[in-house]
């Protein structure tokens, strides 16, 4: 199975910047999906940012402009740069893999930023934003 590990996590003021790393092994698929996710206790986990295989991305709304996706094609490590750091942005940040066996399929819709799509999760790292 895949296997994920974030690190990157910690706290920063208001407006700051952090980045995030996911170090992935174990894939068997070369078609697939990774993202992040964030989560507050209480709530439903949320999709942040994704990304394919193609390198397409997909946002959500609360972080366009403000987060980047990216990835290292060589050792499969995922990125989210975050800039302008708000409070609402403190969470646990997980991040997530899918892969798939239709080499197509990426390329007929955006990376999902929905839970289940995904297979594999890493374990966390926490993201703290104060005023």
């Known amino acids: 199975q895949v296997q994920l590990v974030e690190s990157g996590g910690g706290s920063v003021l208001t407006g700051g910047s952090l980045t995030l790393s996911c170090a992935s092994s174990?894939?068997?698929?070369?078609?697939?999906?990774m993202g992040w996710f964030r989560q507050v206790p209480g709530k439903e986990r949320e999709g942040v940012a994704a990304?394919?295989?193609?390198?397409?991305?997909n946002y959500a709304d609360s972080v366009k402009g403000r987060f980047t996706i990216w990835k290292d094609n060589t050792e499969k490590t995922l990125y989210l740069q975050m800039n302008s750091l708000k409070p609402e942005d403190t969470a646990m940040y997980y991040c997530?893999?899918?892969?798939?066996?239709?080499?197509?399929?990426?390329?007929?819709?955006?990376?999902?930023?929905?839970?289940?799509?995904?297979?594999?999760w890493g374990q966390g790292t926490q993201v703290t934003v104060s005023s």
């Open positions: 997530a893999a899918t892969q798939y066996t239709s080499p197509s399929f990426v390329t007929s819709r955006d990376p999902a930023l929905t839970e289940y799509e995904y297979s594999y």
């Open positions: 990304i394919d295989s193609n390198g397409r991305t």
């Open positions: 174990g894939w068997t698929y070369n078609t697939y999906s």
